[in-house]
C-alpha cells in the first residue's frame, strides 16, 4: 500500500478541509512540534482503511472530531496504490442525539473516474479494503508504523522478556487465545464426563439384568391375584342381584298395599263429587232460560235509560235552535251599519296619507298658526325651498364672518414675526463682529503658542550646543547661543484652547441664527402670499351672500308653518291617529260580518241537531217497547221449565255448576276407579311372585360391604399389575441408556485427554517457544546483515547463551553483549530490527510505505548518513518511507519533508520539496 493523497475535514486537532499530496514522494520526513499533529496524519490514514486508530476504536469515532461546539462531525479520504492499481478509501462521522451516524466507501480509478467497490454497508466495505491492502488493522499497524521504542526495549531485555515483546511485535499473542480456547474446550468436556459419571452414579446405579428379571416376575404374581380376586367378585355380584331382586318385590308390595289404602281413604269424597256432577247435568237445559230472562232484564233497563236520555236531548234541540234564531235576528240588525262604517272608514285612509304627508315635511297635528292657508303641497315645495336657500346663506354668512377674524388675527400675528425678523438680523450682525474680533484674538494666541513650543524645543537643546561647534539637528557651526528664558507654554495652551472653543462656538451660533433668519423669511413671504389670496376670497364670498338675499323672501319658513298648519287642522277633525281608526273601523265592519255569518252557521247546525234528536227519540221508543216484550216471553218459559224440573229458582241456581267443574268432577271419579282396580291387579301380581319368600336386610347389607372391599382390592391389584409391568419396562430402556451414557463416557474421556494435552502443551509455551525461536532466528539473520551496512561492516548481530549480543569485525572478531553500544549504536540496531520485522510481517513481499518514528537525535552525521543510505535502500525496493520526528538536524538532511504546526485555530499541514526546502 503506497500513500498517493490524504484529505481530511476536522479530523483531530486538523479544523476545516486539508488535503496532503505524497505523490512522488520517497523519502521525507514529518517535521513539527511535539503535540503539532504528526501522529494525527497516520492516524488520519489508519482511519481511513480501518475506521479505527490505535488509540481510538470503532465503537468512539466521536473523540475524532475536530473539538468545536460548531463541528458536528468529520471526513477522511486516502488515495494509495497497490499492485499499480489506483484506490480511494473514504469514511465520514457525523455526531448526533441517539449516537453516531458513519459511511464509508472503497472507489477504484478506471482511468477517467473513481467508481464504488463497495456497498455503504461499512462491514463489507471494511472486509473489502482488508482484502485490496493485503494487511488487518493489527498486522498493518505493525509492517507499516515501526514503534521504534519498543525496539530498543527488546534488544536489551533479557530472553523472557524479549520473547514477550517479540511476541506482542509479530502478533503471536493469538497462540495465548489458541491456549485459552483449549483450556475452555478441556473445561467443558471435563464438566460434561463428570456430569455423565455423576448421571450413571444417581440414576442408573441399581439399573441390572438382576434387577429387570425380577421386576417382571413382580408383575406375574400381581396378574394372579387380579385373576383370583375376579373369581370372588362375580360369586358376590351374583348372590346380591338375587338379594336385590327381593328387596325390590317386598319394597313394591309395600308401596302398592300404602296406595290401596289411600284410595279406599278418597272413596266417600270422590262418589259425592259424582253426584253432584249428576245434579247439575239435570239442571244444565235450564240454566240457558235462566240466562236470557236475566239478559232481556238488563236489555229492557237499558233501554228505558236510553229513552229517558232522547227525551232529555230533544227538548236541548229546541231550546239551541230557538237560542240560535234569536242571534242570527240580532246580527242582521247590526249588518244595517256596514255602508256607514266604509264610508268613515275610507276618509281615514285617505287623512292617513295626509298625515304621512305632513310628518314628510316635518309637521304634526297639533302644529297651529293664526293665520293658517288652504293646503297646497306645490305652494309648500316652492316655500321650503326658498327657507333652505336661506338657511344655506345664513350658514355662509357666519362662516364668512369666522374667516373674517381669523385673518384679521392672522395679519397681527404676520406683524409680530416681521419684528422678530428684524430683531434676528441685528442680533447676526453682533454674532459676526463678535466672531471676527475672538478669531483674530484666537490667531494671534496660536501664533504665540507656537513660538513658544519652537523656543522651548531649542532651549532642551540648548545644554548640547558650544560656541564654535557644529550644531547637532543642522550641523551649521554655533555663533551665539539661545536665551535661556522661557514662555509659560501651559498658560498659552490654555489661552489658545479657550479661543479656539469660544471661536467655533460663536460659529455654530452664528450658523443656527443665519439658518433660523433665512427659514423665517421664506415662511413669512409664503403666509403674506396665502394672506392676500384668502382676503380676496373672502370679500367675494360675502358679495355673493348680499346679492342672494336680495332676491329671496325672507318670510318663506312663515308661509311653510302657515300651509301645515291648514293640512294639520283638516286631520285634528278626524282623530288624532287616523290610521289606528281606520283598523278599528276596519275591524268593526269584518266582525260585524264575521257574527251574521257565525250566526246564520250556529242556526243551521242547531236545526240539524234537532231534527238528529226527533229521530233518535223516535228509534229509543220503538227499542223499549221491544225490550219489554222480549222479558214476557223469557219469564213464560222459565216458569215452565222450574215446573217439569220440580225445582225452585233458587234450589237450580245452588245446584248448577260451570262445565268445567262438572267434567273435573266425573273426571276424578273415573280416575279413582282406574287406579283401584291397577292397586289391586298389582298386589295380587307381587303376592305371586313372592310366593312366600322373605327378605333379610342384614345379609343383603353383608353382602354389599363383601363386594365392596373384594373391589377395591381388585382395583388395587390391577394398579400393582401396571405399576409392576411399568417398572420392568422402564427398567429395560434404563438399561439401555445406562449402556449409551457408559459409551459416552468412555468417547468424552477419551476426546478429554487428548485437549488436556493440547491444553497443556500450549500452556507451558512449548508451542509459542518454538515458532518464536524461528522467528528470532530470521529476524537476527536479516537484522544483522542490515547492521552491518549501517556500521561499514564491523558489526553484525548473534544470540549467545539466549542473550543478544554484537560480533565486532574491528576487534579481532570480538563477541560482547549489545548492553555494551553506544546510544547511537543501539538505536542503529533497534532500527536494523525494525526493519528485519517490517520484511517479515510484510511475508517477503514489498510493502508500499514504510513510517519510523523518533529515535534519530542521538546519532551523529556520520552515522545518520549511514541510517539514510540504508532507507534509501529500503525506498529503491519500492517503499515509501516517511521518518516522523522533530530534530531539524535530520529533517534537513531529507529530499522532502510536510511540515506540521499547530495555532489557536489548529494544526496545519504543508508540503516541502528539496527544491522548496
Not at 468529520?74 to 494509495?80: D, I, N, R, T, Y
Not at 293664526?370 to 354668512?397: F, G, I, S, Y
Not at 560482547?816 to 513481499?845: I, K, W
Amino acid at each position: 500500500m503506497k500513500p498517493l493523497k490524504l484529505t481530511m475535514q476536522n479530523f483531530l486537532s486538523y479544523q476545516g478541509h486539508h488535503e496532503i499530496d505524497f505523490d512522488g514522494l520517497e523519502l521525507f520526513g514529518i517535521v513539527g512540534p511535539t503535540g503539532g499533529g504528526k501522529s494525527a496524519l497516520l492516524d488520519a490514514m489508519m482511519y481511513a482503511l480501518y475506521g479505527c486508530t490505535p488509540r481510538v476504536s470503532r465503537m468512539g469515532q466521536g473523540s475524532l472530531v475536530f473539538d468545536s461546539r460548531d463541528v458536528t462531525g468529520m471526513a477522511v479520504k486516502l488515495e494509495f496504490e497497490v499492485a499499480g492499481r489506483r484506490y480511494a478509501a473514504a469514511r465520514r462521522y457525523e455526531k448526533r442525539r441517539s449516537g453516531g451516524a458513519t459511511e464509508a466507501r472503497l472507489e477504484e480509478w478506471n482511468g477517467d473516474r473513481f467508481v464504488s467497490l463497495s456497498e455503504n454497508r461499512t462491514a463489507d466495505t471494511n472486509k473489502a479494503i482488508e482484502k485490496v491492502v493485503g494487511l488487518d488493522f493489527d498486522s498493518f499497524t505493525r509492517a507499516v508504523v515501526l514503534p521504534q521504542g519498543r525496539f530498543d526495549e527488546l534488544l536489551k531485555s533479557p530472553a523472557s522478556k524479549r520473547r514477550e515483546l517479540l511476541g506482542f511485535l509479530v502478533g503471536l499473542d493469538h497462540v495465548g487465545r489458541m491456549a485459552e480456547v483449549a483450556g475452555k474446550r478441556k473445561g467443558r468436556l471435563d464438566a460434561e464426563h463428570r456430569a455423565t459419571l455423576n448421571v450413571l452414579d444417581e440414576e442408573y446405579a441399581g439399573v441390572t439384568s438382576d434387577a429387570v428379571q425380577e421386576w417382571r416376575r413382580d408383575a406375574e404374581r400381581a396378574e394372579d391375584e387380579a385373576a383370583r380376586l375376579e373369581g370372588v367378585r362375580a360369586q358376590l355380584a351374583e348372590r346380591q342381584a338375587v338379594l336385590s331382586e327381593l328387596a325390590n318385590l317386598h319394597e313394591e308390595r309395600r308401596k302398592a298395599a300404602v296406595d290401596a289404602r289411600s284410595l279406599e281413604d278418597a272413596r266417600t269424597s270422590v262418589e259425592e263429587g259424582l253426584a253432584r256432577a249428576r245434579r247439575a247435568r239435570s239442571v244444565a237445559s235450564l240454566l240457558p232460560l235462566l240466562e236470557l230472562r236475566d239478559a232481556a232484564d238488563t236489555r229492557r233497563a237499558s233501554a228505558a235509560s236510553a229513552l229517558a236520555q232522547r227525551e232529555r236531548e230533544l227538548a236541548a234541540a229546541r231550546a239551541a235552535v230557538e237560542e240560535a234564531r234569536g242571534v242570527r235576528e240580532a246580527a242582521e240588525l247590526a249588518l244595517r251599519d256596514v255602508p256607514a262604517l266604509e264610508e268613515r272608514w275610507q276618509a281615514l285612509r285617505e287623512a292617513e296619507a295626509k298625515l304621512a304627508t305632513l310628518r314628510r315635511h316635518g309637521g304634526t297635528p297639533s302644529l297651529s298658526h293664526a293665520r293658517p292657508r288652504t293646503w297646497d303641497e306645490d305652494a309648500l315645495v316652492a316655500m321650503k325651498a326658498q327657507a333652505a336657500k336661506l338657511d344655506a346663506l345664513d350658514a355662509e354668512a357666519k362662516l364668512v364672518a369666522t374667516e373674517e377674524r381669523e385673518l384679521a388675527a392672522f395679519e397681527l400675528r404676520m406683524k409680530l414675526r416681521g419684528e422678530n425678523l428684524a430683531a434676528l438680523e441685528v442680533n447676526l450682525s453682533k454674532v459676526t463682529a463678535l466672531g471676527k474680533e475672538i478669531g483674530a484674538a484666537c490667531e494671534v494666541a496660536v501664533a504665540a503658542l507656537e513660538d513658544a513650543r519652537r523656543r522651548a524645543g531649542a532651549l532642551s537643546l540648548r545644554g548640547h550646543l558650544h560656541v564654535g561647534e557644529p550644531c547637532p539637528l543642522c550641523e551649521q557651526t554655533v555663533k551665539v547661543l539661545p536665551s535661556s528664558s522661557a514662555s509659560d507654554v501651559t498658560a498659552l495652551e490654555v489661552e489658545a484652547k479657550r479661543l479656539t472653543e469660544e471661536r467655533q462656538s460663536l460659529r455654530e451660533k452664528f450658523a443656527e441664527t443665519r439658518a433660523r433668519l433665512t427659514a423665517e423669511k421664506d415662511s413669512l413671504t409664503r403666509d403674506r402670499s396665502d394672506f392676500e389670496r384668502r382676503r380676496e376670497d373672502v370679500a367675494k364670498r360675502r358679495g355673493t351672500v348680499e346679492a342672494a338675499r336680495t332676491i329671496l323672501d325672507a318670510n318663506a319658513k312663515d308661509e311653510v308653518t302657515r300651509l301645515l298648519a291648514g293640512l294639520a287642522a283638516q286631520l285634528r277633525d278626524l282623530g288624532e291617529d287616523p290610521s289606528r281608526g281606520a283598523h278599528a273601523v276596519k275591524a268593526d265592519i269584518e266582525g260585524r260580518r264575521n257574527r251574521m255569518e257565525k250566526a246564520r252557521g250556529d242556526e243551521a247546525r242547531a236545526a240539524a241537531k234537532l231534527a238528529s234528536a226527533t229521530t233518535a227519540h223516535e228509534n229509543a221508543e220503538r227499542d223499549a217497547a221491544e225490550r219489554e216484550e222480549e222479558r214476557a216471553r223469557t219469564s213464560a218459559a222459565v216458569e215452565s221449565a222450574l215446573s217439569s224440573l220440580g225445582f225452585s229458582e233458587a234450589e237450580a241456581r245452588r245446584a248448577a255448576l260451570p262445565e268445567v267443574q262438572v267434567r273435573r268432577l266425573e273426571d276424578e271419579h273415573r280416575v279413582w276407579q282406574g287406579r283401584r282396580e291397577r292397586v289391586e291387579g298389582a298386589l295380587a301380581e307381587l303376592d305371586e311372585k313372592l310366593a312366600g319368600r322373605t327378605f333379610d336386610p342384614q345379609e343383603y347389607e353383608q353382602v354389599k360391604a363383601a363386594a365392596r372391599s373384594t373391589e377395591a382390592a381388585l382395583v388395587a391389584a390391577r394398579k400393582e399389575v401396571g405399576a409392576a409391568s411399568q417398572r420392568a419396562r422402564d427398567g429395560e430402556v434404563k438399561l439401555a441408556r445406562k449402556a449409551e451414557f457408559e459409551r459416552k463416557a468412555k468417547a468424552l474421556s477419551l476426546e478429554l485427554d487428548t485437549w488436556a494435552e493440547l491444553a497443556t502443551a500450549l500452556r507451558a509455551n512449548e508451542f509459542p517457544q518454538f515458532l518464536l525461536a524461528e522467528i528470532e532466528e530470521e529476524l537476527l539473520e536479516r537484522a544483522g546483515t542490515l547492521l552491518s551496512q549501517l556500521t561499514d561492516g564491523r558489526y553484525e548481530l548473534r544470540l549467545e547463551s539466549g542473550e543478544y549480543s554484537v560480533q565486532d569485525a574491528w576487534n579481532g572478531g570480538e563477541i560482547r553483549s549489545v548492553r555494551t553500544l553506544s546510544g547511537g549504536e543501539t538505536f542503529l540496531a533497534s532500527l536494523s530490527l525494525a526493519v528485519a520485522l517490517s520484511d517479515y510481517l510484510a511475508g517477503n513481499a514489498i510493502l508500499g510505505a514504510l513510517f519510523l518514528d523518533e529515535g534519530f537525535g542521538t546519532l551523529d552525521p556520520q552515522v545518520l548518513d549511514a541510517v539514510a543510505n540504508i532507507i534509501e535502500q529500503q525506498q529503491t525496493g519500492g517503499r515509501v518511507v516517511g521518518i516522523i520526528t522533530h530534530v531539524e538536524s535530520l529533517s534537513e538532511r531529507l529530499p522532502a519533508r510536510i511540515l506540521v504546526s499547530k495555532s489557536v485555530t489548529g494544526s496545519r499541514a504543508m508540503r516541502l520539496d528539496a527544491a522548496l526546502a
